[in-house]
């Protein structure tokens, strides 16, 4: 999961991807970069770190022009620590393209092998995000039988690409001299927004990963990108789109709901928020199942993203709401941040509870999800030390017993705490007292209720890999592989 955003205007781009990766820091807090097209001329900045931290004053006056695109890091593929991983990437042929890229290829050792031996292109990183330009570009170079480029074949290298490529990915890339080319999966796992601003000088177009970015830029959300789906974006603003996929089927990741997304945004359709409420719901009812009458004296979140369910959880059961953690914003997503020592360390710096709300009491605890149990773990002793009587904890999204091979960092089944556990034993390491899950059906119900979505990619829960490319040899790959 990363954060993308790319911006065609009849202003200069470089303060506006600037404020769009404010929006979407909470994706990715690796690594930033910002590419601007002044004519056929790229303008590159980039840098670890977050968004604040990475650009100076300095660097935000190289970047000229009116195009540009912008990323927020989050390490699945490639060494965390390499900023030559950084994206954007660039090729200097045909024309000059410029990449960013949100999800994760899982062909990419084919595709390594394939760029070496048969374009004869040269790769300098690990990255599935500059396999992938390269690919784009080898195919653009094919369909080129003349000077000018024309949009028809633009569409046909994304139709090539497509063939040639498998897992999640959502894109957007610049082509010097021309505009900006953004395109889909054919499942549309990771998501891909468009918008539009009327100015006095034309149309104005942003294309980003979520709806927050293009309305807090003042844009007007158009629509999604179509799974599959290209559109080209001219330097004058002139749009066109492809589908450029033979067979689609739109399956968003359920977890851009669960955690990825910020409430406020709307995916495919779907308000998180509400979505998150609707969990709620459903997770209230299991909780009625299971949980004796009388039992619970106190619902509270994990804040932020678990707060939705947890308000309805209460409204449900008819107990009282509290807020027993204070959230120190400072401190990055402990979910998001590479290596199992640094999350163990940030989630005490980053919670701490309220000691008054839970002394003597028998309290509920709702997390979004429990993923490799760090967070859980610890939170459950910080109540039980505030003197809480006693700690039922529930996760609104079911078991995590699989890898997550499209774009989350759950590269093997060893760090996941319910991998070939029962909840008794979950909740055993976990140290509750009594631990409640959602069903994949709940989850499912409860993000597509009233919307066009039919079915989400929920592999991490059930082991089903929606591409239907994912093999046994390539997740024990992954396991030895796996990022430190």
């Known amino acids: 999961m990363c954060g993308i955003v790319g911006i065609v205007s009849s202003e200069p781009a470089n303060q506006q991807l600037y404020d769009a990766l404010l929006m979407l820091q909470h994706r990715g807090q690796d690594a930033t970069g910002i590419v601007t097209a002044d004519g056929p001329t790229f303008h590159l900045s980039k840098a670890r770190g977050q968004v604040r931290e990475a650009f100076r004053t300095r660097d935000m006056r190289s970047l000229l022009g009116n ?15 390499n900023e030559r991983e950084v994206q954007p990437f660039y090729v200097n042929a045909p024309y000059g393209i410029s990449l960013i890229h949100n999800g994760n290829l899982t062909n990419a050792r084919q595709l390594a092998d394939d760029l070496f031996h048969i374009d004869r292109r040269h790769m300098n990183s690990t990255s599935d995000t500059e396999m992938l330009l390269n690919v784009l570009a080898t195919e653009l170079q094919k369909q080129i039988s003349g000077i000018e480029l024309e949009p028809e074949q633009i569409f046909a290298a994304v139709r090539q690409t497509h063939q040639r490529l498998q ?3 959502a894109v957007i890339s610049l082509i010097a001299g021309y505009g900006l080319l953004a395109f889909r999966d054919p499942y549309g796992i990771r998501p891909l927004i468009l918008g539009r601003r009327e100015t006095d000088h034309g149309t104005d177009w942003i294309v980003c990963s979520e709806s927050v970015a293009a309305e807090g830029s003042g844009f007007e959300v158009v629509r999604e990108v179509e799974p599959g789906e290209a559109i080209f974006i001219s330097e004058s603003g002139e749009l066109i789109a492809r589908q450029c996929a033979a067979q689609t089927k739109l399956v968003p990741c359920a977890f851009e709901y669960i955690y990825l997304a910020r409430p406020d945004s709307i995916m495919n359709g779907i308000s998180v928020y509400e979505a998150r409420l609707r969990m709620g719901d459903r997770l209230a ?7 004796p009458a009388g039992d619970i004296d106190v619902v509270m979140c994990v804040p932020e993203s678990s707060r939705p369910a947890a308000m309805q959880v209460a409204r449900n059961l008819g107990i009282e709401y509290r807020e027993g953690f204070y959230k120190n914003v400072y401190v990055g997503r402990t979910f998001i941040m590479p290596g199992q020592a640094t999350r163990r360390r940030s989630v005490r710096q980053k919670l701490n ?10 309290v509920l605890i709702i997390e979004d999800s429990i ?3 760090t967070t859980s773990s610890q939170i459950i002793e910080l109540a039980r030390a505030s003197g809480a009587n006693s700690v039922s904890f529930a996760s609104a999204a079911p078991p995590i017993r699989f890898p997550n091979v499209y774009g989350i960092n759950m590269p093997s089944p060893d760090e996941l705490l319910a991998h070939d556990r029962s ?5 055993q390491l976990l140290g509750a007292d009594r631990l409640i899950y959602a069903e994949v059906s709940d989850l499912i119900a409860a993000v597509t209720d009233g919307s066009p979505v039919d079915d ?3 592999s991490c829960f059930t082991g089903n890999y929606v591409t239907g490319t994912v093999t046994q040899e390539y997740l024990d ?8």
């Open 67 to 81: 195009l540009g695109l912008g990323h927020v890091r989050y390490t699945t593929q490639g060494d965390a620590a």
């Open 167 to 169: 897992g999640s990915y």
């Open 285 to 291: 009812a299991r909780i009625r199942q299971q949980a």
């Open 353 to 362: 509870p309220i000691s008054s709300e839970f002394k003597g009491k028998n």
């Open 371 to 373: 993923v490799r149990g």
């Open 423 to 427: 909840v008794d034993e979950i909740n």
């Open 456 to 458: 989400l990619e929920v």
């Open 477 to 484: 790959w992954v396991r030895t592989n796996q990022l430190s």
